[in-house]
């Protein structure tokens, strides 16, 4: 089976083992999913999640929240770790949104890759949540699957990860199997235990790569 054919048996079998799967950051304007996936980072989707509604109770709009003290921005999203740097960039990017974009967020990949705080991973997920365009997620769990899947072979750093999955993943799967990816990978092909193959759609083909 060639890296290809793997693929897309892979993509099909999520699928079907995770039909509904989709963004685990809760959000109902685009703009608090940037403000989320700031937050996200090295801190679980649930803190995030709860942690956001104190914020958005006290700032619930772009403008609000660019005007906001950044130390007080910071004492409300103290609990998902990185604080002073995580609310720094809220602060710049809600001001860039509102300064420069009349408060919405652009629609171009390298508009978005530009705005404080925001990376590839972001960007990519503002692009396939947020505007449905072709996008590929590469958080923890993307490049640690792949791996092990074999789709891919020892590639850590998420831009080659995502650069080689761009060959292999049909564009308009991949926003979507990413969101799988995570619901397997939080579910099944766990990083701290050992990953429960035994009850793996994939286990039939999956390379088990980099497993111990």
């Known amino acids: 089976m060639t890296k290809e054919e793997l693929t ?16 685990t950051l809760d959000y109902d304007q685009a703009w608090k999913l940037l403000v989320s996936v700031r937050l996200a980072a090295q801190c679980t989707d649930a803190r995030v999640n ?28 103290r609990p998902c770790g990185l604080g002073k740097s995580k609310a720094r960039d809220i602060s710049a990017c ?11 967020i652009p629609k171009d990949f390298d508009a978005i890759l530009k705005l ?16 449905g ?12 699957l792949v791996n092990r899947i074999g789709l891919v ?8 990860v ?15 199997f990413c969101h ?9 092909c766990t990083a701290r235990t050992k990953p429960h193959c035994e009850r793996c759609c994939l286990q039939d083909i999956c390379g088990k790569h980099g497993v111990e």
């Not at 104190?54 to 004492?75: F, S, T």
């Open 8 to 23: 897309l048996e892979v993509i099909e079998r999520l699928k079907k083992e995770y039909p509904d799967a989709g963004c």
């Open 50 to 77: 709860v942690v956001v509604e104190g914020l958005y109770e006290k700032y619930p709009d772009i403008n609000a929240l660019a005007e906001a003290d950044v130390d007080d921005i910071e004492r409300i999203v």
């Open 94 to 104: 809600m001001k860039m949104l509102r300064d420069t974009y009349g408060g919405k």
């Open 116 to 131: 404080p705080g925001v990376g590839r991973k972001s960007a990519n997920l503002i692009m396939g949540d947020v505007f």
């Open 133 to 144: 365009e072709p996008a590929i997620v590469t958080d923890t769990h993307c490049i640690r």
């Open 153 to 160: 072979d020892g590639i850590k750093e998420p831009k080659k």
């Open 162 to 176: 995502e650069m080689a999955l761009w060959k292999l993943v049909p564009p308009k799967e991949g926003s979507d």
């Open 180 to 188: 799988r990816l995570v619901f397997h990978g939080r579910d099944v």
